[in-house]
C-alpha cells in the first residue's frame, strides 16, 4: 500500500535536514517501506507545547509499506527522540506523478502573526498584506467574500 506521512519534528533535530531525514528514512526502513520522496517543510511555531518544544519542523514524507507495518512505523515514531508527532494517511491510487507534483507545491502559506488576534475571527479575513501572502485559491475565496460584504456597515458605522 501507498502512504503519505506528516513528521513534525524536533527543531533542534531538523536545524540540520541531513540529520532529520537520516531519521526519518531510518524509521521508514525499519518498517519495511520503499521511499517515495521526502521534503521538508516549514519550521512553525506550535499551539501547544509539544515534548516540551514550543516549535516544530514539519517534513512530508511518501512511501510504500506493507500495511500490517504502519503500526510498528507509528510505535517507532513515538518512542523517537527526534519526533514529535506522526500522522500517517493511505492513498489508494497514488501514482509517481501525484508524489511529484505534492513534493514540488510551497508549503502552505503562513498565517499572520498578531498579538491577540487568531486571524481567523470577525471581517478580520484575509484583508490588506495578508491577502497577498495567501494561496491562490483562499485569495479567490476571500475576494468572493469580500464581494458579498459591500453592503455592510462597517464595526461603529450607521447603516444607510
Known amino acids: ?37 521526502l521534503k521538508r517543510w516549514d519550521e512553525r511555531k506550535l499551539a501547544y507545547e509539544i515534548k516540551r518544544r514550543k516549535r516544530g519542523v514539519y517534513a512530508l514524507a511518501f512511501f510504500d509499506a506493507p500495511g500490517d507495518k504502519v503500526s510498528s512505523l507509528e510505535l517507532d515514531a513515538r518512542l523517537s527522540e527526534h519526533v514529535l508527532r506522526l500522522l500517517v494517511l493511505r492513498h489508494e491510487r497514488l501514482t509517481q506523478e501525484d508524489v511529484d507534483k505534492a ?55 450607521k447603516p444607510e
Not at 494561496?135 to 468572493?144: D, H, L, T
Open 1 to 37: 500500500m501507498k502512504y503519505e506521512a506528516m513528521f513534525l519534528m524536533d527543531p533542534n533535530t531538523a536545524s540540520n535536514w541531513d540529520t532529520a531525514e537520516t531519521e526519518i528514512r531510518r524509521l521508514l526502513g525499519r518498517a519495511s517501506a520503499t521511499v517515495l520522496g
Open 103 to 157: 513534493l514540488a507545491m510551497a508549503p502552505p502559506p503562513r498565517s499572520p502573526e498578531r498579538h491577540g488576534d487568531s486571524g481567523m475571527g470577525g471581517r478580520g479575513g484575509f484583508r490588506g498584506r495578508e491577502r497577498i501572502e495567501a494561496a491562490p485559491e483562499e485569495a479567490a475565496v476571500a475576494e468572493a467574500v469580500d464581494a458579498g460584504d459591500e453592503g455592510e456597515a462597517e464595526p461603529g458605522e
